[in-house]
């Protein structure tokens, strides 16, 4: 099932004193690229998130919001050190007594000293939190999964559309080739006597070479492998997983096949052709880069 590389999706879980919600959306983009934002509480759940996109997502920017709100998070205590203090106090007096200094050691010149030791938030209990970012992880995901693949459906669609247009193309090609050849080798023909002045002398040498420059002018080998190409394309649009890779190889070589043919045939009815052709493979492989 083809996929496109954007979506969006959000999902909410709550718990006895949490809310958990998560959004998750994607733009484009060569390779797989996750970049997780996660409230500091949540943080040490970052490695298993990604490995859960990983395990769904093969191409994309993707960017994922995770918001956590609750009592749970306003429940902080704070604790000291007693231990440390008490040691900062004696190494105090230790120094105040070396140097002979005056004074009284107050609070504020002790927390002047150790305020980030001596006192500390303690983190509250969040044991339910990882739970609740899995379920709004997986209710973002999934959602989110959706979207791309309907928005995938609709650009496999279109392109098949112009699959069609281009395969009706390839068989006006076909049915126009042994009239162009014919022109061609005319022209060839036509050239040479007006270099020789008169008629063409029948010499089997000289028409050997008449026919092989007119086979350089032939499309055969082009359009044979313009239909495999199509044939291609089709089979890996209807594949599971990331194809658009695949696709676009598919397309760069079917471009270089029709600039082939635009240049071994100068019949104004193929140059048409060529050209339209031309326009169907530009506007496939722009939806070609929407597509996972």
Same mark, same amino acid.
């Given at each position: 099932m083809t996929k496109s590389m954007t979506g969006y999706g959000r999902g909410t879980a709550s718990g006895s004193s949490l809310t958990v919600t998560a959004e998750l959306k994607s733009v484009n983009s060569r390779y797989l690229d996750i970049k997780c934002k996660l409230p500091k509480a949540a943080a040490f759940l970052e490695t298993a998130v990604k @490995? %859960? +996109?990983q395990e769904n997502v093969s191409r994309g920017k993707l960017e994922l919001s995770v918001d956590v709100e609750g009592g749970a998070l306003k429940k902080r205590e704070i604790s000291i050190d007693w231990e440390l203090a008490e040691?900062?106090?004696?190494? $105090?007096? =230790?120094? %105040? *007594? =070396?140097?002979? +200094? %005056?004074? @009284?050691? *107050?609070?504020?010149? +002790? $927390? *002047?000293? *150790?305020e980030d030791i001596l006192v500390e938030e303690a983190q509250p209990e969040l044991t339910e939190l990882p739970d609740l970012v899995g379920q709004a992880l997986d209710e973002a995901l999934e959602a989110f999964l959706s979207m791309r693949t309907t928005e995938g459906t609709a650009l496999a669609s279109d392109i098949r559309n112009r699959m069609t247009a281009i395969q009706a193309m390839l068989k006006q090609l076909t049915e126009l080739r042994p009239q162009v050849m014919d022109a061609y080798r005319q022209r060839i023909q036509d050239r040479i006597a007006s270099y020789v002045d008169g008629a063409l002398p029948e010499t089997s040498r000289l028409h050997q070479e008449i026919a092989l420059l007119a086979e350089k002018g032939d499309i055969t080998e082009e359009l044979i492998r313009l239909e495999s190409h199509l044939d291609q394309l089709a089979a890996n649009l209807e594949k599971e997983g990331a194809v658009g890779r695949t696709c676009d190889f598919i397309l760069q070589e079917m471009q270089r096949e029709v600039n082939t043919i635009g240049s071994k045939s100068t019949a104004s009815s193929i140059s048409i052709i060529v050209v339209s052709l031309k326009s169907e493979l530009e506007k496939i492989k722009e939806q070609v880069q929407n597509i996972e």
């Open positions: @490995e %859960r +996109l040691a900062y106090m004696v190494k $105090l007096k =230790a120094i %105040r *007594s =070396a140097f002979d +200094l %005056r004074g @009284e050691i *107050s609070l504020d010149t +002790l $927390l *002047s000293q *150790s």
